[in-house]
């Protein structure tokens, strides 16, 4: 018979003493450390009524504190569509640089997005109309143009290397969490498994497209927390073979 590992807590961690270690974020090559952070049902998806209202208040917390840590903080249009994304982190000095991934620049304005207190960029390809990338412009967001038909993500991670982040935290979504892995450009995933069940049958999975990576992909644990009622927090680093 195979032996196997019990695993459990063995003690109790304060949220705000955990993954420090990212303030001291390895060096890549000419790119900055990049962490996916996710929250899942219990039966594998990542929005539900098409949002991402899955988790608890200390899945929220955790994404907060993942925020404290981070030197930007990264999502794609779809996410911000449907959720408001304000990654302003309370008594930090220096705001985390927020930056929306879009090939269209068909942003909704009104987003809290464009209220963050800290730099704001939207990432955007050549394609995108200049009516899009004028209104974006005018409502506050820095924009920047990395390919012609998509944003070549190297070269949007080279110029954030390039601006100082050494720490880059991706809060998705699938379309965008799954370029970023084609790319093996995924260093660590946080992925939250929720209590909530969906069975919602078109219900977002954590990597959407049509992109796959080469090889293999293997998580290697490295921590697992859970709270009182059941939620647990995963993190983990990404190998790819
Ligand atoms: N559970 C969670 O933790 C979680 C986290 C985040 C999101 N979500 C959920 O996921 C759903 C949204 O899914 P989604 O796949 O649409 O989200 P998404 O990845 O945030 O957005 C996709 C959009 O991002 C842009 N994009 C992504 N990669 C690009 C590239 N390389 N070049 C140019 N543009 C790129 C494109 O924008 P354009 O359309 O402008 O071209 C694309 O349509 C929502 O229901 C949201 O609530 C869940």
């Known amino acids: 018979m195979a ?18 270690d990212l303030l001291e974020s390895p060096a890549h090559d000419g790119r900055p450390h ?3 952070n996710f929250v899942m049902t219990a039966d594998g998806r990542v929005s539900f009524q098409g949002r991402a209202e899955i988790g608890t208040r200390t899945d929220r917390a955790l994404m907060f504190h993942l925020r404290s840590l981070a030197d930007a903080v990264m999502i794609g249009a779809g996410t911000l569509r449907v959720d408001p994304f304000a990654p302003a982190v309370q008594g930090r000095e220096r705001q985390p640089l927020a930056i929306v991934v879009s090939r269209t620049c068909d942003l909704p304005l009104g987003n809290r997005f464009f209220a963050h207190p800290g730099p704001r960029l939207v990432a955007t390809s050549a394609g995108a109309p200049a009516t899009a990338v004028a209104a974006v412009r005018a409502a506050g967001a ?11 993500l190297v070269a949007l991670l080279a110029a954030l290397r390039r601006r100082g982040v050494r720490f880059l935290l991706c809060e998705g979504g699938p379309t965008l969490a799954g370029q970023l892995l084609a790319g093996r450009l995924v260093d660590e995933l946080f992925l939250t498994h929720a209590t909530l069940i969906t069975a919602e049958p078109d219900a977002r999975r954590l990597f959407e497209g049509s992109l796959r990576p080469t090889g293999t992909v293997r998580l290697e644990r490295i921590s697992l927390h859970e709270s009182a009622d059941g939620e647990r927090y995963e993190r983990s680093r990404v190998h790819y073979r």
């Not at 924009?143 to 070549?152: L, Q, R």
């Open 34 to 36: 990049v962490a996916l």
């Open 3 to 20: 032996e196997l590992t019990r695993l459990g807590a063995t003690g109790t961690d304060e949220l705000d003493t955990l993954h420090r």
């Open 142 to 152: 820095e924009v920047e143009s990395f390919g012609d038909a998509e944003v070549d």
